[in-house]
């Protein structure tokens, strides 16, 4: 075997994908340049990641500087100044009374971390025994072990169900075509879904049960936008029970909703909250756990000399993250970034939905920065026509994303609505084309 092709990429069709690769070369502003020299526009942001534009000027000198002054420095009885002031910039941002911050180095690592916060507080409290988690179908909360575990994708488990930890369950999922199809931004019906929760409280006694975890829009099965009502029903129950709500906002935080949260622009607060990529606008990887007063206070106890959570990563809190993380709030802030994605909002809206009646389209869903259209799968190819859209869209210029046959959508923060026009209209010949 040639180590030409070594690299085993991730949630790829590795074999199709050698055989005409796509390959990446450059970045700057919105478009990206290819090893054959062509330009692309990214109507995917990065991979969510990338709110602000590709080699952001700013962010690149950060990171440069950093580099030259401080490469590494470990965050275990010793922390370093960029994290210690991102820390204080995150919780500044998040909803009040969310002032502690738990740095990871992706979005998966939050998930975990904050799954085991949970399981840490209840025992801490005398409630060792609240260790079942729920998370949701069509939840997807990365690829570790809890991830995994509480996610809510067959084909992410499948391989690895024995494996899956024990004590999970999952919520329905807040989706119902008949009810539901081509809403614009959060549908009306559903708010009720959330009392799926009484079932499982019911099932195994409330005070069994940890944390409930959920993206407050899921976003990699295909922009399922929470009903009005249901987040915050999911907020009174897990309050009426004792249970701890972790809001997965690695995608949905920073912008991409049009609030430094998905939290605040709902106004629903959850007790943890899972952040990654628009973080350090995809530039070095970098998550971060925003962690309850009460929470981090209740794990507090005991001789002050002794660790309180024994957790962490190597690269917890790293200074080139941590410096990225600055100069990418603080260009958010510069540019008003987030006021700024309010007011594209209604046209990426309207020239989503614009795409109601092309051929295949069986739904279009929309909120913040975040869409989906859905096309009718092709008889027993299913994934087939979404994928045959991806390529034809790269080929001609535009670089969207296809999860199955459901094609998302994440523009910029800044997207202009010549970009957005061009986006769709790559989409919509596309589309005709694989009809
Ligand atoms: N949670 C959510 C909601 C995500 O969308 C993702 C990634 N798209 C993850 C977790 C996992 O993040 P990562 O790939 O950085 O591990």
């Known amino acids: 075997m040639s180590h030409d092709q070594a690299f085993w990429l991730p949630f790829t069709a590795n074999r199709a994908f ?18 054959d020299g062509r330009q692309l526009l990214d109507g995917f942001s990065g991979l969510w990641t990338s709110g602000l534009g590709h080699c952001h000027p700013q962010i690149v000198a950060a990171v440069q500087e950093q580099v030259a002054t401080l490469d590494y420095a470990m965050s275990f009885q010793v922390s370093n100044d960029k994290a210690i002031a991102l820390a204080r910039e995150v919780a500044a941002l998040a909803p009040a009374g969310m002032g502690k911050v738990f740095f990871t180095n992706s979005g998966s690592e939050s998930v975990d971390t904050a799954l085991k916060i949970a399981l840490a507080y209840h ?3 005398g409630e ?3 260790t079942r988690l729920i998370g949701r179908e069509r939840g997807y909360h990365g690829v570790n072990f809890g991830g995994l575990s509480v996610g809510g994708i067959p084909g992410n488990r499948k391989v690895f169900s024995t494996a899956l930890l ?8 807040t989706y119902s075509a008949a009810d539901m199809a081509f809403s614009k931004g959060q549908p009306a019906w559903g708010a009720q879904l959330a009392d799926d929760l009484e079932r499982l409280a019911a099932l195994h006694d409330a005070s069994n049960i940890a944390a409930v975890i959920v993206e407050p829009v899921a976003g990699s099965t295909g922009i399922l936008v929470p009903p009005i009502g249901y987040l915050a029903r999911l907020r009174e129950l897990c309050d009426r029970y004792g249970i701890l709500l972790i809001f997965d906002e690695v995608i949905t935080a920073f912008g991409r909703v049009g609030a430094p949260f998905a939290s605040t622009r709902f106004g ?4 943890l909250i899972t952040t990654a990529k628009g973080l350090t606008n995809g530039v070095v990887p970098m998550g971060a756990v925003i962690v309850r007063d009460t929470i981090y206070d209740a794990l507090m106890q005991g001789p002050e000399h002794v660790v309180e959570l024994f957790h962490g990563y190597t690269y917890s809190g790293h200074p080139l993250a941590a410096a990225a993380g600055l100069a990418t709030l603080a260009a958010y802030r510069e540019e008003d970034s987030f006021a700024r994605a309010r007011g594209v909002e209604p046209v990426f809206e309207e020239m989503i939905h614009s795409l109601r009646g092309e ?8 909120f913040g920065l975040m869409g989906g259209i ?10 087939a026509r979404g994928f045959d859209v991806f390529l034809k869209c790269f080929e001609a210029g535009v670089v969207i994303r296809n999860g199955g046959d459901i094609l998302q959508f994440s523009p910029f923060l800044d997207s202009t609505p010549d970009e957005l026009g061009r986006i769709f209209d790559t989409v919509r010949q596309a589309i005709r084309s694989v009809a």
């Open 18 to 35: 050698w055989k005409s690769p796509r390959v990446i070369t450059g970045a700057r502003g919105h478009y990206y340049t290819t090893d």
């Open 123 to 125: 025992r801490a409290r």
């Open 128 to 130: 060792g025994q609240r």
């Open 166 to 173: 024990p004590g999970v369950d999952h919520l329905r999922h």
């Open 268 to 271: 629903v607060t959850p007790d």
């Open 359 to 366: 051929p295949n389209v069986v739904d279009i869903r929309n």
């Open 374 to 383: 859905e096309l009718a799968p092709r008889d027993g190819a299913p994934g």
